[in-house]
């Protein structure tokens, strides 16, 4: 596997661990609200946007700056 792959593979894996920690975050968010905890819900729906949107964000732009495949 050359440099270009690595990194190719290395986006896409940013890209889908970011969206495994959106959806993290969402599930977090809507247990807790569930059980009146509003607070906590807010908490979590914010960490699990920021951590999951930053990891994609810095997967987007590796594949960006790759270009086409």
Sequence with gaps: MNK???AWTLAKGLEGVGLIVVL???VL???AGMH???M???RGETYGLAIGGGLFLA???LE??????
């Design 4 to 6: 270009r792959d690595f």
């Design 40 to 42: 906590q819900s807010m």
């Design 59 to 61: 997967g987007w732009l």
């Design 36 to 38: 009146d905890e509003g």
């Design 29 to 31: 968010s809507v247990s």
């Design 24 to 26: 993290g975050g969402l």
């Design 64 to 69: 960006r700056k790759l270009g086409a495949r």
